[in-house]
């Protein structure tokens, strides 16, 4: 039987006998699943825009915020520095002395008589001034704003003193002065809105070979609208509407801008975080710090005279959490433990302990106050160099005092920023240091050579031993040992030490911040005054008229004369730093500040002439004394005797 390819005609579909309604209506039914496909891809791509336009509009929104914030501030100086030009400092007068937050000292003098906007355009010339500050005097509990007005006199600086400058930040001034801020969110926004309203939008797609293949029957289709408005957090109103199409070549979107609203005052618009304050970068780290829980795995039993070893013991176990709270226990020479339980007070006096171990630690080498990291193959094998650097992070998120002793070159490679050529000066090895210096020193290629003879030994170890022809090539030779002697042998060092300051984020926050912690890291620790411990103890009084009330007056006036004749050096051995261990376990002020202001109570018992102190409170009980020898003697007995830090 022979088969054909196609059907013979007789057996052919009878499509003859199909109504013209029926064709009309299945070519209906498909041209309008086309067009519900269409209008849903359409109104998914008007979404997608509308999401992205908001996203961007958020961005730039903030962009111009920061950038008329900062040019405010710029304008600020500049005017100051224009008024002061014109007003010469006087001869004779008041002399006074400022101190900036960065521990700069500058002088001027004024006159009783002059307006208080004088010493300010004097004090906000300053390159990192804010567009709002303050000034306080050390005797003094109330800042003078730079929006005062009246004169020197007014304010009650009539003598010459010390004015202490203190900068507030973007976020604080919002916070006082919310019509500024207003003012500046508005320019912003208007600002953004006209940038928005010049933009095309590329909302609908418009390549004529897709609409090309839209049904014929789209010409005549009813209008529809898209989606209802969308409002966004910025108080922008976007509405975007379908206007009825003539034809798909030609439809068109429109997006009308209206009006802004004004922002609600509950919610006002967030502005760029502040974080170039040291407290408020470390107090976020902090919060991600659970102090509810302590495992047993953070328990620190130590021993004062072996704090690092003890130290390490804790740290290299394998659940030993940074995240969570440590549990200090310090064990005397009878192997007891002091205390039961760990409310802060240990803590405090521990990190303060540790973080001197570790200045005097076998890693570190250089002067005391610039060191670098030392080569050392034993402590790279058991990974003490990223031992050292969760250290470091522990310890400044955990309340306690930064390192103060990195030398700017280390701090450098930390940051991961350019540092300077090194120099011959910084090798620490007294000999191989001597033999690079003769061999700069060389007049003549043949002296520089008879030179690099010399320290053949020790150029061969790290590659560097090589004749020279001229005296580049000596320039060159002494720059690449130097090079090597203190960045490339202790690369392997660096990389595990910066694998443990990765510890709580701690690392990322340096390299994002560099300057904000460049004096914690690298700037000598400053001593304390007696006016910090003025200001940092909150004195607990009796009832104003009391006889309690009367004798303790007296002894807030022998405290504060004997914090004076200490920062004098009249109480010597005696040191303020002394004072505070003894009050809080630690001797300086954190710089995450203490959990909570410290307290001075009186003891009125006449069998307790000495100090007594509460480290985990922060309670300072100061003993009643008919005249100031006798306070002096036993408070400075007091805390010279205490075994550990203070009695609980």
């Known amino acids: 039987m022979s088969r054909t ?127 709002i500050f303050s000034v306080q005097q050390a005797t003094s509990s109330t800042p003078i704003e730079s929006t005062s007005s009246g004169s020197l006199m007014d304010h009650g600086i009539t003598t010459s003193v010390t004015l202490y400058v203190l900068w507030i930040s973007t976020v604080d001034i919002q916070e006082r002065y919310p019509v500024q801020a207003n003012v500046v969110q508005e320019q912003s926004l208007s600002q953004q809105a006209q940038t928005s309203l010049s933009a095309q939008s590329p909302l609908a797609p418009t390549s004529p070979q897709w609409l090309s293949t839209m049904p014929n029957s789209l010409e005549t289709s009813t209008s529809f609208s898209s989606q209802s408005p969308v409002f966004h957090p910025s108080t922008q109103v976007i509405t975007i509407e379908d206007q009825a199409p003539t034809s798909p070549l030609t439809e068109q979107t429109i997006i009308l801008l209206e009006d802004e609203e004004p922002p609600d005052s509950q919610h006002p618009p967030e502005l760029p975080l502040d974080e170039t304050d040291l407290q408020t970068i470390l107090a976020k780290l902090y919060s991600k710090v659970d102090m509810t829980s302590c495992p047993t795995s953070n328990q620190i039993n130590v021993c004062r005279d072996r704090i690092l070893e003890c130290s390490l013991h804790a740290f290299r176990r394998r659940r030993f959490d940074p995240a969570a709270k440590l549990d200090v226990v310090f064990v005397d020479e009878e192997d007891t433990a002091e205390g039961a339980v760990d409310e802060g007070g240990p803590t405090r006096e521990y990190l303060r302990l540790l973080m001197r171990a570790i200045h005097q630690s076998n890693v570190f080498e250089g002067h005391e106050n610039d060191r670098h990291l030392a080569l050392n193959t034993s402590a790279l094998e058991l990974k003490m160099y990223s031992c050292i650097g969760k250290m470091i992070s522990v310890c400044l998120v955990h309340g306690g005092i930064g390192p103060h002793f990195f030398s700017q070159r280390l701090y450098d490679h930390i940051c991961g920023t350019l540092s300077k050529p090194t120099l011959v000066e910084e090798v620490v090895n007294h000999s191989f240091r001597q033999q690079l210096i003769e061999i700069k020193d060389a007049n003549t290629v043949v002296e520089a050579n008879e030179a690099i003879m010399q320290a053949a030994d020790t150029l061969s170890i790290i590659g560097a031993l090589r004749r020279v022809t001229t005296l580049e090539e000596r320039d060159s030779l002494v720059q690449s040992a130097a090079d090597f002697f203190v960045n490339g042998r202790v690369c392997a060092g660096l990389q595990q030490f910066m694998e443990g300051l990765k510890s709580l984020n701690v690392l990322d926050e340096i390299q994002k911040n560099p300057a904000v912690f460049h004096e914690l890291f690298v700037c000598e620790e400053k001593p304390l005054l007696a006016r910090d411990l003025y200001t940092l103890f909150q004195v607990c009084f ?44 630690a001797s300086k002020v954190p710089p995450l500040g203490f959990p909570h202001r410290p307290q001075i109570e009186f003891l009125h018992e006449a069998n307790k002439v000495f100090p007594e102190a509460n480290t985990c409170l922060i309670v300072l009980r100061l003993p009643v004394h008919s005249d100031y020898e006798s306070f002096t003697k036993y408070m400075t007995d007091g805390v010279l005797q205490a075994p550990t830090f203070g009695v609980a």
């Open 542 to 585: 009796s009832v104003q008229g009391s006889n309690k009330r009367r004798i303790e007056n007296l002894t807030i006036c022998y405290w504060r004369d004997w914090l004076v004749d200490i920062e004098e050096g009249e109480c010597s051995p005696m040191t303020l730093e002394m004072l505070l261990e003894f009050a809080s376990g």
């Open 5 to 131: 390819l196609f059907p013979e005609p007789s057996t052919a579909p009878e499509v003859q006998n199909i109504s013209p309604e029926v064709e009309r209506t299945t070519g209906n039914l498909g041209e309008e699943q086309t067009l519900l496909d269409w209008r849903s891809l359409r109104s998914q791509q008007d979404k997608d825009y509308e999401e992205s336009l908001l996203a961007d509009q958020e961005k730039e929104r903030r962009r111009q915020c920061y950038k008329a914030l900062e040019e405010r501030r710029i304008k600020a100086i500049e005017e100051r520095r224009q008024r002061l030009a014109v007003h010469e400092e006087p001869s004779t007068g008041l002399l006074l002395k400022f101190k900036y937050p960065n521990g700069f000292i500058t002088k001027r003098t004024f006159n009783v008589s002059d307006p208080i906007q004088f010493l300010f355009d004097f004090v906000g010339q300053d390159e990192m001034a804010s567009e």
